[in-house]
């Protein structure tokens, strides 16, 4: 799928997967005041303003050296949630959402029908599977702040060790809503931030507010498929990893093509095929958080092609491709 602005579908593609807050989360009636909230119940009132609480704002969001602007309307009423994403510096795009229907209209007007399960990993869902046995993390509750005017609690999320990133979490005191986010590498380097500029709580939110201005002249729909379709392996082979990082378990794996890991928090996938003219070279590419590392290896009379993508570190990526082999097939 070819787009005329490289930045704004990286852009897009990226907030697609931070911003779909789409799984609903139970309320907790006997959460106590926000003075004694714990830190995962700080996390569970950002979960819960993320999905049911009216807000509309400016946020702006630096990937690597990529920075961009976007404003935001969300509404959920009658249980159903509403949300306009637009574009604000470069050429106007936008992503619609109604209900479990997710739209992203492109520059050259051309949209896109997105499959919300594929695009539904933001940061607050991912901190909706946060295992309360975690031990590959320290949580805690940092110092008040401010943020747009917003009196705010900061939450820490600290890896206690190399192979993962940490996050700082700004939430608003009041809803709990992620007014700034920072994820960092091991150093304590910022690789990705997004920071909300203004923010509102409208008593209510119009239909006019909510409809998408760069919707005319529609060429095409299309469905954005899975990573993995056409990638097409041998049968005689079967493939697993010799090393993992510790606390990630295999979340999903079809013992040929792909295999994905997660502690919970952080997710990496693996994805093998048979080297190509067009494969991507040896060695590491990283935008922001996100790392994609591809190693060769030869197999019998055959090449190969291992690529790890996540957002985790270079060296881990590494060593987790360097790791893959191939396993002997059961025999029928």
């Known amino acids: 799928m070819k787009c005329k602005n490289s930045f704004f579908n990286v852009t897009l593609a990226y907030l697609l997967s931070f911003f779909l807050w789409s799984v609903p989360v139970t ?55 509403r949300e306009l994403l637009k574009q604000l510096d470069g050429e106007m ?21 997105l499959e919300q ?21 320290e949580l805690s509750v940092m110092d008040d702040g401010r943020i747009v005017e917003r009196p705010c609690v900061q939450i820490h999320v600290a890896a206690m060790d190399e192979d993962r990133y940490s996050y700082r979490l700004w939430l608003d005191k009041e809803t709990g809503l992620l007014l700034k986010s920072s994820l960092m590498d091991q150093n304590g380097k910022v690789l990705e931030r997004l920071h909300y500029t203004e923010v509102e709580f409208p008593d209510s939110i119009s ?44 979340v999903n794996s079809d ?40 190693y060769q290896r030869k197999v019998n009379s055959g090449q190969y092609n291992v690529t790890v993508m996540g957002e985790i570190p270079a060296m881990t990526a590494m060593k987790v491709a360097e790791s893959v082999m191939v396993v002997p097939v059961p025999a029928h």
């Not at 693996?270 to 590491?284: C, H, N, R, T, V």
Request: hydrophobic share 35%; net charge negative; glycine share 8%.
């Open 27 to 81: 309320a907790d009636d006997g959460l106590p005041s926000v003075n004694e909230l714990t830190p995962r119940q700080w996390l569970k009132k950002m979960q819960m303003a993320a999905t049911e609480q009216d807000y509309k704002g400016t946020f702006v969001f630096m990937r690597g050296a990529m920075s961009s602007t976007m404003s935001v309307v969300h509404r959920f009423q009658n249980g159903i949630e």
């Open 93 to 113: 795009g936008e992503i619609i959402r109604n209900g479990a229907e997710v739209v992203c209209v492109f520059p050259d007007h051309r949209t896109v029908q």
């Open 117 to 137: 399960s594929k695009y539904s990993n933001s940061i607050v869902q991912t901190f909706a599977s946060f295992m309360p046995d975690q031990s590959e993390y």
């Open 207 to 250: 239909e006019s507010e909510l409809k998408g201005m760069n919707t005319g002249g529609v060429v095409t729909h299309e469905m954005i498929s899975d990573l993995s379709n056409g990638v097409k392996l041998r049968s005689d082979l079967m493939w697993t990893t010799g090393w993992s990082p510790k606390g990630y378990k295999k």
């Open 255 to 294: 013992g040929a093509s792909v295999m994905v890991y997660s502690d919970g928090l952080a997710t990496y996938s693996i994805f093998i095929e048979e080297l190509k003219d067009d494969a991507m070279p040896e060695g590491a590419v990283q935008v922001g958080a996100t790392i994609a590392y591809s």
